[in-house]
């Protein structure tokens, strides 16, 4: 990418969920943010309502590294709704009065996010964050920030590997051999995410190829 700059984003709570499969009355949460996830977060401080093509654009120019620098634990949060009359479905039908609802969320985890892309969208990013329309939050709207989460343009950085391996880590880390970053793949090997936002208005996804890569041990906490 010509011209490109490397921003750094902390995502750091007591709660994070960033769902990838999630199905009806079940909320599922990847151990990994989402690339989806971090678009919305982008398309929040911008002021983009869901199903703007802008998300989309965004999507599709930038490209993103996730580092894992305190693995949270999983928790799954037990809900009933319960309606005086019924609960309608999504088509407007009568479902029944009580249903029971599962959300999976990650504990105390922490993120380092590197976001490439060109200088212009740079720009508008930055602004963005330091001056947001709507209040970021971490994949769910309960799911508060407990840090900054925008860390800057880091012009010391001009890969995404040079931030994942040397941006200095977060407090409490994890062991050193269980720091690891995930970056797409170049080749087409590693994993499928299926986080890829193809079309928003009509909330469609695609996969892309990830790979999973050990930390240097350079950089030190701070």
Same mark, same amino acid.
């Given at each position: 990418?010509?011209? &490109? +700059?490397?921003?750094?984003?902390?995502?750091?709570?007591?709660?994070?969920?960033? *769902?990838?499969?999630? $199905?009806?009355?079940?909320?599922?949460?990847?151990?990994?943010?989402?690339? &989806?996830?971090?678009?919305?977060?982008?398309? +929040?401080?911008?002021?983009?309502?869901?199903? &703007?093509?802008?998300?989309?654009?965004?999507?599709?120019?930038?490209?993103?590294?996730? @580092?894992?620098?305190?693995?949270?634990?999983?928790?799954?949060?037990? %809900?009933?709704?319960?309606?005086?009359?019924?609960?309608?479905?999504?088509?407007? $039908?009568? #479902?029944?009065?009580?249903?029971?609802?599962? #959300?999976?969320?990650?504990?105390?985890? /922490?993120?380092?996010?590197?976001?490439?892309?060109?200088?212009?969208?740079?720009?508008?990013?930055? =602004?963005?964050? $330091?001056?947001?329309?709507?209040?970021?939050?971490?994949?769910?709207?309960? +799911?508060?920030?407990?840090?900054?989460?925008?860390? *800057?343009?880091?012009?010391?950085?001009?890969?995404?590997?040079?931030?994942?391996?040397? %941006?200095?880590?977060?407090?409490?880390? &994890?062991?050193?051999?269980?720091?690891?970053?995930?970056?797409? /793949?170049?080749?087409?090997?590693? =994993?499928?995410?299926?986080?890829?936002?193809?079309?928003? /208005?009509?909330?469609?996804?695609?996969? @892309?190829?990830?790979?999973?890569?050990? $930390?240097?041990?350079?950089?030190?906490?701070?």
């Amino acid at each position: 990418m010509k011209d &490109s +700059c490397i921003i750094l984003l902390r995502l750091e709570g007591a709660l994070q969920s960033w *769902g990838e499969h999630s $199905k009806f009355d079940y909320r599922d949460s990847a151990e990994m943010p989402s690339k &989806s996830g971090i678009v919305g977060m982008i398309g +929040c401080a911008m002021g983009l309502k869901r199903g &703007s093509i802008r998300l989309e654009e965004i999507s599709k120019n930038i490209q993103i590294a996730v @580092r894992c620098d305190r693995k949270g634990k999983l928790y799954v949060d037990y %809900h009933t709704v319960t309606a005086e009359k019924t609960i309608l479905n999504a088509q407007g $039908k009568p #479902r029944c009065k009580t249903i029971v609802t599962y #959300r999976t969320y990650l504990q105390d985890a /922490s993120y380092l996010v590197a976001i490439k892309t060109s200088q212009e969208l740079a720009l508008e990013i930055d =602004y963005a964050f $330091k001056n947001p329309y709507w209040s970021v939050y971490l994949g769910r709207k309960s +799911c508060v920030p407990s840090a900054p989460v925008y860390a *800057g343009i880091a012009a010391q950085y001009h890969t995404l590997e040079e931030a994942m391996n040397q %941006h200095p880590l977060t407090k409490r880390p &994890s062991e050193p051999d269980k720091i690891f970053y995930e970056i797409e /793949s170049i080749d087409g090997s590693g =994993y499928e995410r299926m986080d890829e936002l193809q079309n928003a /208005s009509q909330h469609y996804y695609t996969s @892309r190829k990830v790979m999973l890569v050990r $930390k240097e041990e350079k950089s030190v906490s701070k």
